[in-house]
């Protein structure tokens, strides 16, 4: 499972007219905000200042908190007005709450709620690696690194491959100084080791390093690309194929519970509950692959669940769940199981985003299957060809079957290639077996397959140097 993708959030809050609650004077106003956790249960993070005698209060103490995309964080702000000096807020007088998700918050883009969300990045240790070869002769070297772990102090090592690097020397720079350098104006500047200095009476440095060219190119995050107006646009692709068994008997994977579950409705719920934070419309198309479906009978591949295919969109995870329950006793189970189809359906819409000058839309794909893929060829053909494009792949398998297929397609080494040997550019497929879930808590399929989501945003849009739409900095 890839590591958690992590960042740290900034929350202000203002106010503006809120109630007047006392007598003779303005409400004293205080923010607290609670955060569900995952059993559900709301704990408090903390608590801004008591601004006086104010009804548009702006706080100046801010709530930072750990963002993770994966994951539905709800956030509860209430706002009190403090009379006393107690620190339990029930004998204070109630003005107001908002309740929201993170999500929502960062994927707002104007925020008509009274938040400002400001990005901070952890702070950290450059190492720029060069071996031998590439320095022996003088040889000039491209390398990239932060801009800001360029200022102040550079220390340059010879590297071993046991961990046990020498110095060689340091200098110390400023970025105003390397953006001066030019090819016919280089900054140079002399490597020098205290150590060899004091035992070396005739020494002068340990080289020096030239820098011909700098330039500082921004690299935007997800957060960046999000709160800069980039949608992630959700579909949902079913199995219907025969293997699932009779949607009426117990034993299916389609059968729905007296408490309205099953493995795919659940796949839906958890997934779908946190991609639609990012998407400002809710609305989601809905297919589904593998049945026979009215009026001719005959076996679609991709046909969406409301049987429009003009409007396939659903209104809302709910309206996605809604559709399916009405769709399954109207269609018949039967096979193969094609997701090509699919795939390039989406990839089609993908294709035309790509042609916008700027990273505004992302297309996830969820397939929710409980067999071996029949059109392997064709998929391994239509995945390398989406990972040139805006979108990513999530196939949650469910039931007991072999998914080692499907393991194939989440080419996490790298080795995904077409039947003609073409490479995918980028890793875009995540595959969990939904058995794996069964007893863990709710929102933990959820965080397993949408933990690289963030990474593959960023790394294409990067790839292909398209910024956001508009300038996530903060005013």
């Known amino acids: ?117 400001k990005n901070k990045s952890p702070a950290g240790k450059g190492t720029i690696t060069i071996s031998a070869e590439e320095i022996k002769d003088n040889r000039v070297v491209n390398f990239e690194v932060e801009a800001r772990k360029l200022d102040n102090k550079v220390e340059c090592y010879d590297y071993d491959n046991d961990g046990s690097h020498d110095l060689i020397g340091i200098f110390e720079t400023t970025m105003t100084r390397l953006k001066e350098a030019s090819r016919t104006s280089p900054a140079e500047f002399e490597c020098v080791n205290s150590k060899k200095k004091q035992k070396k009476k005739g020494y002068k440095n340990s080289g020096v390093v030239g820098v011909k060219l700098c330039q500082v190119v921004k690299e935007y995050t997800f957060l960046d690309y999000i709160m800069g107006g980039c949608q992630l646009n959700f579909t949902v692709a079913i199995d219907f194929t025969g293997s699932n068994g009779d949607p ?121 299957t409980d067999g071996v893929i029949t059109d392997m060829d064709q998929t391994r053909s239509a995945i390398v060809n989406a990972s040139r494009l805006p979108m990513s792949i999530i196939i949650v398998g469910v039931g007991g079957a072999d998914f080692s297929a ?10 995904l290639r077409s039947l003609t040997g073409e490479a995918a550019m980028r890793d875009i497929v995540q595959f969990v077996p939904f058995r794996q879930f069964q007893n863990a808590p709710s929102q933990a399929l959820a965080q397993s397959v949408l933990a690289e989501l963030p990474q593959q945003v960023a790394s294409f849009f990067s790839l292909f140097k398209l910024k956001p739409p508009h300038d996530p900095s903060p005013s």
């Open 1 to 117: 499972m890839a590591a958690q993708c992590v960042t740290k959030v900034e929350l202000t809050v203002s106010c503006d007219n809120l109630l007047d609650k006392d007598i003779g004077s303005k409400s004293d106003p205080l923010c607290s905000l609670l955060m569900s956790s995952s059993d559900s249960q709301w704990y408090e993070v903390g608590r801004t200042e008591q601004v006086q005698n104010c009804l548009s209060p702006k706080f100046a103490k801010k709530f930072v908190i750990d963002y993770y995309f994966e994951i539905v964080q709800k956030l509860k702000f209430g706002i009190y007005d403090i009379d006393n000096k107690t620190v339990d807020l029930s004998d204070d007088d109630f003005l107001g709450q908002l309740e929201c998700t993170l999500g929502q918050v960062v994927s707002s883009k104007k925020l008509t709620r009274p938040l400002v969300l």
């Open 248 to 368: 009426k008997s117990p034993q299916s994977l389609h059968y729905i519970s007296p408490q309205g579950v099953n493995e795919y409705l659940s796949a839906i719920w958890s997934v779908g509950n946190v991609i639609q934070d990012y998407d400002s419309d809710k609305m989601f198309p809905a297919f589904g692959f593998g049945a026979q479906i009215p009026p001719t009978w005959q076996v679609s591949h991709e046909f969406p669940l409301n049987f429009n295919p003009a409007n396939p969109f659903c209104a809302g995870v709910e309206g996605v769940v809604e559709a399916y329950r009405v769709c399954l006793p109207q269609v018949k189970l039967y096979g193969p199981t094609n997701f090509s189809p699919i795939i390039n359906h989406v990839a089609c819409f993908a294709k035309q985003a790509i042609q916008q000058t700027t990273a505004s839309q992302y297309f996830v794909l969820l397939i929710i």
């Open 406 to 415: 499907m393991e194939f397609l989440d080419g996490d080494d790298g080795s």
